[in-house]
Each structure stands twice: as structure tokens, then as C-alpha cells.
């Protein structure tokens, strides 16, 4: 969900990345069908603003979102997703998961596909436990990391 106390970072026709300001970066999609140059953009920003946030934290916005196709989970998987966890330190995701039974469907052979790669990710049907569950990843880090 949009606030005006979240920075935004980039948007455009696939969707809106922003910094929240309860600490993690903000991947919201839009409804309808994604260029794929125009989907690259976005998904290029949110790994610039993970590595300069530092945090590795994402929420990922899908409520509005329409399946991916084959070669868009392609991408995502063998290439995006590898990139964010090396370039942009991305560690833990949080879905909000698609209304569209198909968008679900694309996102769960996503997430099979990528069960080897170095991140935790949870799935959410509402914005306020995915964003609780974020909040505990930041604190847990903060105990891990400053004790």
C-alpha cells in the first residue's frame, strides 16, 4: 500500500518500488500485462535499492499482479533472482500474494524452482503480517548483528 511516509524510488507501467519506512524496500505490481523490458526496469531498480538499503529485506506486492509467463519465471529464477541475492544482498522476501488463482499458480512453480538459492521468503494473504514478519527479520538481524 502506498504511503506518503514511504520514499519512492522508481515507477512505471509494471509497477512502483519504494523504501518504507519501517526499513525494507516495497515491490508493488500493477494490474494488467508487463512489457518485458518495461518489467526488467522495475525488478533492475528493486535490486539497486536492496543493495543500497543494505537491509536485503523486500516486500513484494502481488495483489494486483497477472501471471507470469513461462519465460518470465524463467528470468526470475535463473537470472533476476541470482543477480538481487549477489548484487543487492536481497535475504528475505515477503509475498503478498496475487487475487488471480493463475498469478498464484506462476508464483508457487517460481518458488520451486528457486528453493536452492540462499534466501527465506514467506508467503501472506494480508500486507500487515508480511510487514510484521519483516519487522522481525530486521530486529532479529539487529540482535544478531550488534550484541
Known amino acids: 500500500m502506498f504511503s506518503p511516509s514511504n520514499r519512492l524510488y522508481f515507477e512505471n507501467a509494471a509497477g512502483r518500488v519504494e523504501e518504507d ?12 500485462r ?3 523490458s518495461i518489467w526488467h526496469g522495475l525488478l533492475l531498480h528493486t535490486k539497486h535499492l536492496l543493495a543500497r538499503q543494505g537491509q536485503g529485506l523486500l516486500l513484494v ?3 494486483a499482479m497477472q501471471a507470469y509467463s513461462l519465460e518470465e519465471q ?5 537470472e533476476w533472482l541470482p543477480q538481487a541475492i549477489v ?4 535475504r528475505y522476501g515477503a509475498i503478498v500474494q496475487a487475487r488471480d488463482a493463475f498469478a498464484r499458480l506462476a508464483m508457487d512453480t517460481v518458488r520451486l524452482q528457486a528453493q536452492n538459492l540462499q534466501l527465506t521468503y514467506r508467503y501472506f494473504t494480508n500486507e500487515e503480517e508480511a510487514v510484521a514478519w519483516l519487522r522481525a527479520q530486521i530486529k ?3 540482535l544478531r548483528y550488534n550484541s
Not at 21 to 32: I, P
Not at 74 to 78: A, F, N, S
Not at 87 to 90: L, N, R, S, V
Open 34 to 36: 508487463r512489457e518485458a
Open 74 to 78: 524463467r528470468w526470475l529464477v535463473e
Open 87 to 90: 548484487e543487492g544482498g536481497y
Open 140 to 142: 532479529e538481524f539487529s
Open 61 to 63: 506486492d502481488q495483489r
Open 21 to 32: 519506512r519501517a526499513g525494507f524496500v516495497r515491490l508493488t505490481y500493477t494490474l494488467g
